[in-house]
């Protein structure tokens, strides 16, 4: 039987709770995502097992980390994993579209498989499935909320100048109905 832990760390996206699985992170989860699991399943409450996570996210928020350097044991499909392996290949700062990353996987015509398991990503911002938008460059979905993805590209995008951007305003910004699916990764 594994053992299973979480925290909870403040961020400019709001709460983000961790998850491990004997030390390893499993998930990295916002409030009010789709696709977050019960509370329930994540374990003890310990901090612990999360001082590389909680301080490489401070360093990605604060601006001094472009790329995360975590082992992460996360569950999927095949096609899942290779999705997931691929956003990890997005560089900060840039974006893709669902039909450029399924070329990229060799599947130029999944880009609907592509976009249902990036809905899966466990692990959003650590695997940087809000870099993915649709084909006119649209944001087209994210797990945590379109207004999230917005401030994380628009985070990015202010990489050059490196200034601070203000925590994310807590009523989110509603354009429409959210979207079916979310981007979220997985690697094993």
Same mark, same amino acid.
């Given at each position: !039987?594994?053992? %299973?832990?979480?925290?909870?760390?403040?961020?400019? +996206?709001?709460?983000?709770?961790? $998850?491990?699985?004997?030390?390893? *992170?499993?998930?990295?989860?916002?409030?009010?995502?789709?696709?977050?699991?019960? /509370?329930?399943?994540?374990?003890? %409450?310990?901090?612990?097992?999360?001082?590389?996570?909680?301080?490489?996210? /401070?360093?990605?928020?604060? &601006?001094?980390?472009?790329?995360?350097?975590?082992?992460?044991?996360?569950? =999927?499909?095949?096609?899942?994993?290779?999705?997931?392996?691929?956003?990890?290949?997005?560089?900060?700062?840039?974006?893709?579209?669902?039909? /450029?990353?399924?070329? %990229?996987? =060799?599947?130029?015509?999944?880009?609907?498989?592509? =976009?249902?398991?990036? &809905?899966?990503?466990? $692990? &959003?911002?650590?695997?940087?499935?809000?870099? +993915? $938008?649709?084909?006119?460059?649209?944001?087209?979905?994210?797990?945590? &909320?379109?207004?999230?993805?917005?401030?994380? *590209?628009?985070?990015?995008?202010?990489?050059?100048?490196?200034?601070? !951007?203000?925590?994310?305003?807590? /009523?989110?910004?509603?354009?429409?109905?959210?979207?079916?699916?979310? +981007?979220?990764?997985?690697?094993?």
């Amino acid at each position: !039987m594994q053992h %299973r832990a979480h925290t909870v760390m403040d961020s400019p +996206v709001g709460p983000l709770t961790l $998850v491990a699985a004997d030390g390893v *992170l499993t998930g990295l989860y916002m409030d009010r995502q789709r696709y977050r699991p019960e /509370e329930h399943t994540f374990g003890e %409450r310990d901090p612990a097992p999360f001082g590389a996570a909680v301080r490489q996210l /401070e360093e990605y928020f604060d &601006g001094r980390r472009t790329v995360f350097d975590l082992p992460l044991a996360l569950t =999927g499909t095949a096609f899942q994993q290779r999705v997931w392996a691929a956003l990890c290949e997005i560089p900060f700062g840039a974006t893709v579209s669902y039909g /450029e990353l399924a070329e %990229r996987l =060799g599947r130029p015509t999944a880009a609907r498989a592509v =976009g249902l398991a990036n &809905g899966k990503n466990p $692990v &959003g911002i650590i695997v940087p499935c809000h870099r +993915v $938008v649709g084909s006119s460059g649209d944001l087209t979905g994210y797990g945590g &909320g379109l207004h999230r993805k917005r401030h994380l *590209l628009a985070f990015e995008q202010r990489a050059e100048d490196r200034a601070p !951007m203000a925590p994310l305003p807590s /009523e989110p910004d509603r354009h429409g109905p959210e979207p079916l699916f979310s +981007v979220h990764h997985s690697v094993p």
